[in-house]
């Protein structure tokens, strides 16, 4: 079984930087392509940003591309997502999920939450403006 935490949200202010982490544990990281995922209040949960297995295929949403960046240590065992000039509109829990190991490709793959078979429980990260 695949357990998941998060942490490293706060309340910040617009323009601000967060960086979340995902430390994962129970199998085998390197065989699991990693995603976040956020939930504001009264909203579904969204796609944000997706790493594949090795790290070498990043994906992004278009509302965060050029401002997040996620990133794997695999020998760490944790997934990162560096969050700059953040907005108001950023405002939500943000979750890390996992995805073992598939033949697929493209951010179709990655985007929806039911091709994630683990999540880990949130954080949250509130944007004052």
């Known amino acids: 079984q695949v357990q998941l935490v998060e942490s490293g949200g706060g309340l910040v202010q617009a323009g601000d930087s967060l960086r979340l982490s995902c430390a994962f544990s129970?199998?085998?990281?390197?065989?699991?392509?990693m995603g976040w995922f956020r939930q504001a209040p009264g909203k579904e949960r969204e796609f944000v940003s997706a790493i594949s297995w090795t790290g070498g295929i990043t994906y992004y949403a278009d509302s965060v591309k050029g401002r997040f960046v996620i990133s794997r240590d695999n020998a760490k065992l944790t997934v990162y997502l560096q969050m700059n000039s953040l907005k108001p509109e950023d405002t939500a829990v943000y979750y890390c999920?996992?995805?073992?190991?598939?033949?697929?490709?493209?951010?179709?793959?990655?985007?929806?939450?039911?091709?994630?078979?683990?999540w880990g429980q949130g954080t949250q990260v509130t944007v004052s403006s």
């Open positions: 129970g199998r085998t990281f390197s065989t699991y392509a």
């Open positions: 999920a996992a995805q073992i190991r598939r033949s697929c490709s493209g951010i179709a793959c990655y985007a929806q939450t039911t091709g994630y078979q683990f």
